[in-house]
């Protein structure tokens, strides 16, 4: 009897050292922009805005590389990205709403 072994992710790539390190470089030159920006923009919800995007374009290539998410196939990450927007999505709701609310009274 043969045992057939099913792979439920694809194969990293045989440069994988040289794409962490690429990864890092790129993650460091982010992190010297937020730090920057921090000391150069003034405090506004445009900056919060702007921070809490660029702390999604890092956490895209931390979990793509460091984690190995960029190599499984194409259902995991939806299946883990898909609650996470809708979570945003809410917070995003109820903040709208308990702004309306505070308006109100």
């Given at each position: 009897?043969?045992?057939?072994?099913?792979l439920e992710h694809t194969?990293?790539?045989k440069d994988m050292k040289a794409q962490i390190w690429k990864t890092f470089w790129i993650?460091?030159?982010?992190?010297?922009?937020?730090?920057g920006l921090y000391?150069?923009?003034?405090?506004n919800m445009g900056k919060n805005i702007l921070f809490i995007f660029?702390?999604?374009?890092?956490?895209y290539f931390?979990?793509?590389?460091?984690?190995?998410?960029?190599?499984e196939r194409k259902?995991?990450?939806?299946l883990i990205v898909t609650p996470m927007v809708?979570?945003?999505?809410?917070?995003?709701?109820?903040?709208?709403?308990?702004g309306y609310t505070s308006f109100v009274r």
């Open positions: 009897m043969e045992h057939t072994e099913h194969e990293p790539p993650l460091l030159g982010f992190t010297i922009v937020d730090i000391f150069i923009l003034p405090s660029l702390g999604v374009v890092k956490a931390i979990v793509g590389v460091f984690m190995h998410m960029k190599f259902w995991l990450p939806y809708l979570v945003i999505y809410l917070i995003t709701l109820m903040i709208i709403e308990g």
